[in-house]
């Protein structure tokens, strides 16, 4: 059992047995325990809100990434920010109830997007980690990465190697599926990425870890569909992500960007804000919104924001 879990569940116990003995002496009347109630997420009861509900936090991690995304049935980590954020990462779990992650997902071996997966890994309890098949001669040496990958050995959760075409059913009529990557790119990580799209319902969303030009335009020579309604944009808004005829190809009416206030990159450039703006897309940035939460139900995505 998770550390985490144990202390949980022993809270849990102490809570329940005053409940428990409040009721019986009636002092709350009214209160049902054992009330069949929808699973809930945040504020939201997803199994309430139809086919294809679903949220997906953007946090608000600095210069890094971290995605959550929640559904009826299954939720979904998509990178883990950098080491310094590791309670704010686990603390906003916490704090969205989770207490498994069916799928960790580890787009590529870079210090802001798995900084903090190892903590993932050890206080919650995952079920299968996802991340891109690297060659061995390319295959980084970082102590990070091997600390990831030993936390992953310990844990004893499945490990399975991104392949382009693999769907993940998520329930309630969300399914993931994974586009790349589809390529092979030596030791350039960032165009490793495992990018993935969510469709829920009617709606869908595009996520692209760091990838860059090379990787969009291997994606679009497999005539996958792109098209989604929002993008999480690639590389943090860097000018060598987000070329014009992928933005057309996905056309979408939201972008995220998550990028830390201030940062050194300059991110996100203005030459990808600029084609983004210029093609009519609501941008929403962590730097500057904090972090972001959208909510479907299938048909409508609702947008809201940490400031």
Not at 87 to 105: C, F, K, P, R
Not at 226 to 245: C, I, R
Request: hydrophobic fraction near 40%; include cysteine; proline fraction near 4%.
């Amino acid at each position: 059992m998770k550390r985490r879990n144990l202390r949980t569940l022993i809270t849990i116990i102490i809570a329940l047995f005053i409940l428990i003995s409040a009721v019986i002496d009636n002092r709350i009347p009214g209160l049902h325990l054992f009330d069949p109630a929808a699973r809930t997420k945040g504020d939201v009861s997803l199994s309430a809100s139809g086919e294809g509900a679903a949220e997906v936090h953007f946090l608000d991690t600095g210069q890094s990434d971290c995605i959550l995304i929640l559904t009826e049935e299954s939720t979904v980590l998509i990178d883990a920010g950098t080491s310094d954020q590791s309670g704010v990462i686990t603390d906003y779990l916490d704090a969205q109830g989770v207490e498994t992650i069916d799928l960790l997902i580890a787009t590529h071996p870079h210090a802001d997007h798995i900084g903090a997966m190892t903590d993932v890994l050890q206080d919650f309890e995952v079920k299968e980690f996802l991340m891109p098949d690297i060659p061995d001669e390319f295959q980084p040496t970082t102590r990070l990465w091997e600390k990831l990958l030993t936390a992953v050995d310990e844990e004893g959760c499945a490990v399975t190697t991104a392949a382009p075409g693999r769907e993940y059913p998520l329930g309630g009529g969300c399914v993931l599926t994974v586009l790349s990557p589809v390529g092979d790119y030596g030791d350039d990580y960032n165009n490793w990425s495992v990018v993935t799209r969510l469709v829920c319902g009617e709606t869908s969303f595009l996520f692209m870890g760091d990838a860059e030009k090379d990787a969009e335009n291997d994606i679009m020579s497999t005539g996958v569909e792109l098209d989604s309604d929002v993008l999480k944009v690639g590389h943090h808004g860097s000018s060598t992500s987000s070329g014009k005829d992928f933005v057309a190809a996905v056309s979408p009416d939201d972008a995220v960007i998550l990028c830390g206030a201030g940062n050194d990159y300059g991110h996100p450039h203005p030459e990808t804000t600029e084609l983004l703006e210029g093609m009519g897309v609501q941008i929403y940035r962590t730097d500057l919104d904090g972090t972001v939460v959208m909510k479907t139900d299938g048909g409508t995505i609702t947008v809201s924001t940490e400031k």
